[in-house]
């Protein structure tokens, strides 16, 4: 029961998420002839559908487009969010990870292997993932163990019978341990590890890339720290634990408890050590093999510039909020890069790129002329915003951290304009308007859309493709109400029990601040239907399936503008026919695509500016195929949470 809620919450979830992607950024002028085809592989923190606020402006925030276009290099985007070096976060018995992509055969109109091929720099960031789908809380106390180096040097022999969590996140393994935290009844339960093994993975993923494509330069990404005060990885009892443990002098305090700031982050330090580790491992088994860019070293640098009464400041424990400079480079999530971040991240290999003759000589002008242009259409109409002088800034810098220096001090504190129309399509279109709808044999995490067709209504989620580039898609269910009744009723669960767990959450906590309102900034439940609308303005994103004017619908609405929670009588006031879908509406064009065999394809980008720029590929890409009855349909791939679309054309 609990997996199926959550499968259905994921399909609605793939559907916009794969939506929020393909609206970018509104400027092309820089396009230059390219110079080199730079490839980036990875999680999410490459794919950067979380992190770049608003998210429409993820390819004037996200490192990989800011590499991409201001050294004028095509740029290809095949990361993956969730990704581990191995292993699928959607359960243990599905195959999944960056190397079973990367070993995937075949080939779509993506073109991730071709792109491969032909690219002169692979970019990657991985290893993340390794660490933080587990219990993060239990690994630090791992590490803060004053026996844990002897312990760790032990669990290296391969008979090794008491291996530490860290030897098996290098070398793969299961285990179980008892979480930090207690239930109701004061109760600690079962939390198990099964790690894939991360240094073998590298070894594996680095001969892969090279089989593929024996010349490029292969870049991989450390891991940053993101632990400052404030942040979401420092609850409660995770610091009572800590505060149990005495210092053995690895952070900072020597003969003291653990109870600072300081030394919680350096037991994270610690932790990250063991994990970046594996690639100078790697490296040093292997010289000359790859290129390690140092994200971890660069967040902290830029964290220590926050230096107050001769000390650096990194937050405190006990404070809610995320009041020092390194915060600043995490998104409100705590987990990915916040704009200022990604610009880090950029800075950070263009450097190296530099250092190593990669770089175009006219990378910072184009950097600035991004910068200017997001100024001119997102600040210079907010009130009190001197533009004059943030562009005066921005063009006087001498280098990347200059710009990052005064357009984010410049932009911090103001609420960007942003959305409008989404910029036309150039390219080709169908001749007459065409409807595809959802075949059968798709497939979500696993489960086949035949088994989850019931949930939706069939006629009522599809793609439709106009003749003058426009495209509409939705995903739509059935009344809601008598579902859930019916699922409940099966798994002899009450629909009132279920639904008075969410009446106490605070969806400012939960929902609103952590993503909603960073994606879209302005967001505010204070008003729920224009805040609805930012999604709309600017990505062609919304809810459909029930009506507005509806009373019970009005009075829901109220409740939440009012308390910014569930109201407890909702099941009373949600009608018996009440429905609920997410539609897009945007642009698209067709190309023919060609991979490395000279086998060409016939693809339909969705998308604006992206779409339409040629150093680059849109995140939406249909490959246009025939069923087995020679019918044509129309395959999508949705990596993240093992999204397989077919779609036929409608009679």
């Known amino acids: 029961m609990k997996k199926f809620l959550l499968v259905l919450a994921l399909v609605l979830i793939v559907a916009a998420t794969s939506i929020l992607a393909v609206s970018c950024n509104k400027n092309n002028s820089e396009i230059q002839e390219p110079q080199k085809t730079i490839v980036y592989l990875g999680d999410s923190i490459a794919e950067a559908l979380i992190g770049p606020s608003p998210l429409s402006e993820r390819d004037n925030y996200g490192y990989y487009a800011l590499l991409g276009r201001t050294n004028g290099f095509k740029y290809y985007n095949h990361s993956v969010s969730g990704h581990k070096t191995s292993g699928s976060m959607m359960g243990e018995d599905i195959e999944g990870g960056m190397l079973a992509l990367l070993q995937r055969e075949g080939e779509s109109a993506t073109l991730m292997k071709t792109h491969i091929k032909e690219a002169d720099i692979i970019h ?10 587990y219990d993060l809380g239990l690994l630090m106390l791992e590490v803060a163990d004053p026996d844990f180096e002897e312990k760790y040097e032990a669990g290296k022999a391969a008979n090794a019978e008491n291996k530490t969590l860290i030897n098996l996140l290098h070398d793969g393994g299961r285990a179980t341990r008892y979480s ?13 590890f099964n790690f894939p093994n991360s240094y073998q993975d ?15 330069k292969i870049f991989f990404q450390k891991v940053y720290n993101p632990v400052f005060g404030g942040s979401k990885f420092l609850y409660s009892s995770l610091i009572q634990e800590l505060a149990q443990i005495t210092d053995d002098g690895r952070f900072g305090a020597e003969g003291t408890k653990i109870t600072t700031i300081e030394q919680v982050r350096l037991v994270a330090q610690e932790l990250l050590n063991k994990l970046n580790g594996m690639l100078d491992e790697y490296l040093e088994n292997n010289p000359g093999s790859i290129y390690i860019i140092d994200a971890n070293k660069a967040f902290d640098d830029y964290a220590r510039t926050d230096v107050r009464n001769g000390k650096v400041y990194y937050g405190t424990l006990e404070s809610n909020s995320a009041d020092c400079k390194g915060a600043d480079l995490m998104f409100s999530d705590w987990t990915h890069p916040s704009n200022l971040g990604h610009a880090v991240l950029a800075a950070t290999t263009q450097a190296k790129f530099e250092e190593l003759g990669l770089a175009s000589p006219n990378a910072l002008s184009v950097y600035k002329s991004i910068k200017v242009e997001q100024i001119n259409r997102m600040y210079k109409d907010c009130e009190e915003f001197h533009t004059d002088v943030a562009i005066g800034l921005i063009n006087g810098a001498d280098s990347f951290e200059g710009v990052n220096f005064a357009y984010f001090n410049m932009v911090k504190g103001f609420t960007p304009k942003y959305g409008g129309e989404p910029q036309a399509d150039t390219g080709t279109h169908f001749e007459t308007t065409k409807r ?17 067709s019931w949930v939706f209504e069939k006629d009522e989620s599809y793609f439709e493709f106009t003749s003058d580039g426009k495209v509409h898609a939705q995903i739509k269910t059935k009344a809601i109400m008598p579902m859930l009744e019916s699922i409940l009723t099966t798994f002899n669960v009450d629909l009132d029990s279920v639904a008075s767990t969410i009446y106490d959450i605070d969806l400012d906590d939960a929902v609103v601040e952590p993503y909603v309102v960073e994606m879209f900034p302005g967001f505010t439940l204070d008003h729920v239907v224009d805040s609805f609308n930012l999604m709309k303005d600017s990505l062609g994103l919304y809810l459909i399936g029930f009506d507005l004017e509806d009373e019970g619908i009005r009075s829901i609405i109220a409740d939440i503008e009012r308390t910014h929670k569930i109201p407890e009588d909702i099941l009373d006031k949600i009608p018996e026919d009440f429905t609920f879908g997410i539609a897009f509406d945007g642009v698209y064009h067709i190309k023919t695509v060609k991979d490395a065999e000279g086998n060409e394809r016939q693809a339909i980008y969705v998308g604006g500016a992206v779409a339409n720029n040629p150093n680059t590929q849109p995140f939406m890409i249909f490959t246009i195929d025939e069923d087995e009855y020679g019918r044509e349909s129309l395959k999508l791939s949705v990596e993240f949470i093992m999204v397989s679309l077919l779609l036929t054309l409608a009679a």
């Open 124 to 133: 990657i960031s991985i290893l993340g993932n390794n660490l933080l789908q």
């Open 180 to 192: 930090v935290s207690k239930d109701q009844y004061g109760n600690r339960w079962e939390v198990n």
């Open 202 to 216: 590298i070894c594996d993923i680095v001969s892969t890339l090279r089989e593929m494509n024996p010349n490029a």
């Open 436 to 452: 595809y709808s959802i075949k059968s044999k798709s497939s979500v995490a696993g489960y086949s859309y035949g088994f989850l």
